[in-house]
């Protein structure tokens, strides 16, 4: 044992590892420390001589906080929506995409070109096409020969629209990438030889294309759901939580509460709420792989 | 070209090649460095202000005794010591308010200036990082009043009284910082924190011509029945929005903050002209009520003739639709009043008038109250390594004639806070004609923000429900319950013995006529 611990590749390795552990176990030790006692700058105390105080900042997250019971369904929401429409649009897309046709390479180029911007900037662009006088309500206006000017940015239920098409916008492109490479492992005896049996192609996506990417898709969800559940800036940008608290996302209240208010240990507390809450929903979503895997 | 030097058929040797590449290549990375007059374009007015601050500041300064007590002090802790350099934390933008005197100090002393910007709206953050990581990088912090009380608790800054009694900046006298306000943002149980070196007061800008046009005039007589002037409560201001309102000629009433974290000073500022505490002696919120209500109900009503009904508005487009002359009346910050008279922003230079916020008549008194929320004050971090020679730096950068040119950058952030800075000439190029006196008179009229430990808590869940209210996801009656029931629960947390004591204390710098009603 103490040979293979001092052999030359585990101390290669060794420092990195120990700098990893140190950055990831250290922090969350305090965090665990913190969400389990009252702590915050103000107390003029050091964190390390915070007091404890058990459950008290998990049972008043839970049972005395509605505004971060309504943010965390709001993200459940946002990720309802959101991850959806990028499935079922993403997945059109790369189906379109499946044929050879002249410019496919540009025409992919440009269509995962949202990808590359940063978040903030989107959520800026769509601030400026969003407003009461803003582009979209021109088209608006165009199409319904009207004077549309709706305040979408300032609407407690409108508000999350520009959210969720600028998350949408940003990140359908990557769903539509993944799902390009998986319809190409689809095996192409099994297609042929539903279209031999009069198969329609409909009936093949259906039946044989979306069964075998389901594992696929599955993943996809894991990743872009906790990606979502991260969302902040546009948020922050578009509407910094309001009307009210109407679009404040998990990831926006802990801002205001534990940046903004420095309410440090009970954000600590909320993080590990969160964290459960993400980890039981992709075990959840994951089971039916660990089922094939088995199988496998 | 000497021929001897290149080849043959005069065609450049290597060499002479290289050199040349070099010697263009060199020129091309320095170029961005140069200032635009350097290629013969005009000098931009950041250049022109430096410069001309620069050759005045050179001779002024040595005739302010505040400025030359703290350099003579600095140059006797910087003697002898080798590479002595103070860290300044400033929010972005503010830095070109430090620069007209920034050499002169690191000459005097022989000592380095270091500049650690921030975006303004993480000031905040990184302020409470450093009061938890205690890493003495800054010497010198830029404290915004709303946080002053969980800046001390957090023991980030020094208390500079006994530095201050020592080297005396003349806070008081008519030289020292306006009265009222300075007691508020610069002093905490009894105990000095910091100077100031920025001053914000929310006063109310008009569109002059509009006001003096006679046609506007008759027309507004035979319509309301009273003259058309300077609004002095807030029922004529509204009067005023709704005459002046002209959607189809895309001209608004008046511009409104109603973006979320914008809310909260309009309707305190009414709420207070009422003669109102927002708490009770206990800490005990005193919002939810008819006068409250009344306030907020106004507030939704008016907001139909501002911003084209837009209540998505930041403050940065307010300024700029008021300075594009695209509405008659706007709150604002005396940054508003320079953005409106700077040519290469505003297309109502001249036409903008400056006025102390309307108020309300309240039992026969004229009640009028300007919120004093922002600026800030030059703290000493009480992990510098070099406290004193931090304060003296203070204590230069904010002395009177000194500071005069701080704050007469008009593309700076910070405003004046000394008596002698209205009276300025440096001072008066700023800002419009006529600002200043109506400045100072607004500047006594400064309502305290939530200046209590978790001040920014209070701030947020005032600033939500009315934001709420605004966007008619919430009743009003109910955003002013929601509201107390918040405020209740900050103050339980925060420790209410200790809120009633700054409460008390920060009762004491309400306006005048403000006290006299509220008893």
């Known amino acids: 044992m103490w040979k293979k611990l001092t052999s030359l590749p585990v101390l290669m390795v060794a420092p990195v590892q120990l700098l990893i552990w140190f950055m990831v176990i250290f922090p969350t030790i305090v965090l665990v420390w913190l969400a389990f006692c009252y702590w915050t700058p103000q107390t003029g105390k050091s964190w390390w001589h915070a007091d404890w105080t058990w459950f008290h900042n998990f049972y008043e997250l839970i049972f005395d906080d509605p505004r971060f019971i309504w943010s965390i369904v709001r993200t459940i929401i946002i990720f309802g929506v959101c991850m959806s429409v990028e499935l079922v649009a993403g997945m059109i897309m790369a189906l379109l995409f499946q044929t050879k046709f002249f410019g496919k390479k540009l025409l992919v180029s440009i269509l995962i070109a949202p990808m590359m911007v940063i978040p903030l900037v989107i959520g800026q662009s769509f601030y400026m096409l969003f407003l009461a006088q803003g582009p979209i309500n021109q088209v608006i206006s165009w199409l319904t020969f009207s004077n549309f000017q709706f305040d979408w940015l300032s609407h407690p239920i409108w508000a999350m629209v520009p959210i969720m098409l600028g998350e949408i916008w940003n990140w359908t492109p990557l769903v539509f990438l993944i799902f390009m490479s998986g319809l190409t492992t689809v095996p192409e005896n099994q297609i042929r030889a539903a279209q031999g049996l009069g198969a329609t192609p409909t009936q093949i996506f259906f039946r044989i294309s979306l069964p075998i990417l389901k594992p696929l898709i599955l993943l996809v969800v894991v990743i872009r759901g906790m990606e979502i559940f991260k969302i902040f800036d546009l948020v922050f940008v578009l509407t910094r939580g309001g009307p009210g608290n109407s679009t404040e996302t998990i990831t926006m209240y802990m801002y205001n509460v534990g940046i903004e208010y420095m309410r440090v240990s009970y954000i600590a507390a909320s993080a590990f709420i969160v964290l459960a809450l993400v980890v039981i929903g992709a075990v959840r979503i994951l089971k039916p792989l660990q089922y094939q895997l088995l199988e496998d | ?519």
């Open chain 2, 1 to 519: 070209m000497d021929d001897r030097k290149n080849g043959e058929r005069g065609e450049m040797k290597r060499r002479t090649f290289v050199k040349g590449a070099l010697a263009a290549g060199a020129a091309a990375m320095a170029s961005p460095m140069l200032p635009r007059w350097a290629f013969g374009a005009e000098k931009d007015q950041k250049t022109i202000d430096m410069e001309e601050a620069a050759m005045q500041i050179e001779q002024a300064y040595k005739t302010d005794p505040v400025a030359m007590r703290a350099l003579e002090a600095a140059k006797t802790i910087a003697k002898g010591k080798k590479d002595l350099e103070l860290t300044i934390f400033m929010p972005a933008g503010a830095v070109i308010n430090f620069m007209p005197f920034t050499k002169i100090w690191e000459k005097e002393t022989g000592s380095k200036l270091k500049f650690f910007e921030v975006v303004n709206v993480e000031v905040d953050q990184k302020l409470m990082q450093e009061a938890v990581t205690k890493s003495g990088k800054f010497d010198v912090l830029p404290t915004p009043p709303l946080s002053l009380v969980d800046l001390v608790d957090a023991k980030l800054l020094l208390d500079i009284g006994p530095l201050a009694q020592k080297f005396d900046p003349e806070l008081t006298g008519p030289n020292g910082i306006v009265e009222g306000m300075d007691r508020f943002t610069m002093y905490y149980k009894g105990q000095l924190w910091g100077i100031n070196s920025d001053m914000d007061i929310f006063s109310m800008y008009l569109r002059d011509d509009m006001l003096n046009d006679p046609k506007n005039k008759e027309a507004f007589q035979k319509k309301y029945g009273y003259p058309l002037d300077t609004p002095k409560v807030y029922k004529q201001l509204f009067d005023q929005i709704k005459f002046f309102d002209d959607p189809k000629a895309g001209f608004a009433g008046g511009f409104a903050y109603r973006k979320r974290a914008l809310c909260w000073m309009g309707w305190l500022q009414q709420f207070a002209s009422n003669g109102l505490w927002m708490f009770d002696e206990n800490m005990k919120p005193n919002i939810d009520n008819e006068v409250g209500l009344k306030v907020l109900e106004e507030q939704v009503e008016i907001q139909d003739y501002c911003n084209y009904k837009t209540k998505s508005y930041n403050w940065n487009d307010i300024y700029k639709n008021f300075a594009a002359g695209k509405g008659y009346t706007a709150f604002g910050w005396p940054s508003l009043g320079k953005y409106a008279n700077a040519p290469n922003t505003s297309k109502v230079i001249g036409k903008v008038r400056t006025a102390v916020p309307c108020g309300t008549e309240v039992k026969g008194t004229l009640v009028q109250c300007a919120q004093a929320s922002l600026g800030r004050c030059l703290s000493v971090s009480n992990y510098s390594k070099n406290p004193e020679f931090a304060y003296c730096y203070i204590q230069f950068a904010t002395a009177p004639i000194v500071s005069a040119f701080a704050v007469s950058k008009a593309t700076g952030l910070f405003d004046c806070y000394r008596k002698s800075h209205f009276t300025n000439p440096v001072v008066e190029k700023a800002y419009p004609a006529g600002m200043l006196p109506v400045l100072q008179e607004t500047m006594k009229a400064a309502v305290p923000g939530f200046f209590l430990r978790g001040g920014k808590e209070y701030k947020d869940a005032l600033d939500a429900q009315l934001n709420a209210a605004y966007a008619g996801a919430t009743k009003p009656k109910d955003a002013l319950k929601n509201i107390s029931e918040e405020w209740e629960k900050i103050t339980e947390r925060q420790g209410r013995e200790g809120q009633i004591a700054r409460w008390k204390e920060l009762r004491e710098y309400y306006p005048a006529a403000f006290k006299k009603v509220a008893g």
